[in-house]
């Protein structure tokens, strides 16, 4: 249940209650404010302590810009949070549970939406309504401020003349008042409903589709491995990943009998129409595209991965990443073991030449 932060907020909920339980209206803001200033407390300072879950019919805004026919009015919350306020609280939640009773068709037509002075004696029965019929017209107006009720409609009588009552008021509701079944037994409960009805929270975002997960264990080719196991073992990931380029590169230079190094290497070892080393298994049309593209693949792999790790800037890898690039390595290297494998048969065919 809201309530006032302190004495002040207190102070003013108190003084507009009194003033409404003795003339069975709402004060004027101007009112309070004098009996507060009277008081040493300024008006500004009790509403900082108050919310518009407590009070309404006030300009927030600092300094309070007081009109002199504005009128202060508590919600629910505001009188609960009073002393005296307990008949009318309780009427006010006989009224709510009346008013859900009928939607459930308790009391016959169901298209019946009103409570007025004439029909709440027979609803409830005159000898269980207050004897003074005061709480029973103050109950309504509490509901003027809350949204288990549409609307309401009330004519204010003379204070004394309790005939003047009997048909000044009458309550309308709507299929939203179905929130408040079976929660009218205490006022916290009906409070916690009806600040859920005005102020909704923000629906769940749809969840997201689960992410796929696929795990591919792979052993590293041995050359990759022989090069990278311990330094990435020992945590040295980036040390890894260069050495496992590294390895990739003297491989190629090996099987070439070249001195050139990185990128230059590869485009000779691998970029003409009649390579030195056949890492494609593509034949047909698709035979240039491989070709291109692994020529591409060395190049970058130590363009993009192998010099950074060698010359700087020497940034720190992510073990998944750097798995990642061993992979990488490993791919190559085996291209590799297929380019040794027809210089390996072209070897053989030449010496079995005549």
């Not at 230059?264 to 070709?291: C, F, H, I, N, Y």
Request: hydrophobic share 40%; proline share 7%; glycine share 8%.
């Amino acid at each position: 249940m809201s309530e006032p932060t302190g004495n002040s907020g207190q102070a003013l909920l108190q003084k507009a209650w009194d003033y409404f339980k003795e003339v069975d209206t709402w004060p004027a803001v101007d009112h309070i404010d004098t009996l507060l200033f009277r008081e040493g407390i300024h008006l500004e300072e009790a509403l900082a302590e108050l919310s518009s879950d407590l009070v309404r019919g006030i300009n927030w805004n600092m300094p309070v810009n007081v009109n002199a026919d504005q009128r202060l009015q508590l919600t629910f919350a505001g009188a609960f949070n009073c002393n005296h306020s307990g008949p009318e609280i309780s009427m006010y939640l006989r009224l709510v549970e009346l008013a859900v009773s009928m939607e459930c068709g308790l009391y016959g037509d169901l298209t019946v939406r009103t409570i007025d002075a004439n029909n709440l004696p027979v609803l409830l029965g005159l000898n269980s309504l207050p004897g003074d019929p005061r709480v029973v017209y103050r109950a309504v107006q509490l509901a003027t401020q809350e949204p288990a009720f549409s609307g309401t409609s009330f004519h204010p009588a003379k204070v004394g003349t309790d005939a003047a009552y009997a048909n000044s008021w009458a309550l309308s509701f709507d299929r939203r008042i179905r929130a408040f079944f079976g929660v009218t037994e205490s006022a916290e409960s009906y409070w916690v409903t009806r600040q859920g009805l005005l102020h909704p929270s923000d629906p769940e975002p749809p969840s997201a589709p689960p992410t796929p997960s696929l795990v591919v264990p792979i052993s590293l080719h041995p050359e990759v491995a022989d090069a990278a196991a311990e330094r990435f073992e020992s945590g040295q990931y980036a040390d890894a990943v260069m050495r496992a380029f590294q390895a990739v590169e003297h491989r190629v230079q090996n099987l070439t009998g070249s001195s050139d190094v990185g990128v230059k290497l590869m485009g000779a070892a691998l970029g003409s129409d009649a390579p030195k080393l056949v890492v494609t298994r593509a034949v047909g049309p698709s035979l240039p595209s491989e070709r291109e593209g692994f020529r591409d693949l060395f190049k970058g792999a130590l363009a993009g991965l192998r010099n950074p790790r060698a010359h700087g800037p020497h940034y720190a890898d992510d073990p998944d990443e750097a798995k990642e690039m061993l992979a990488f390595a490993s791919l190559l290297m085996r291209r590799l073991d297929h380019a040794e494998a027809q210089l390996t048969a072209q070897a053989a065919q030449g010496a079995a030449a005549p």
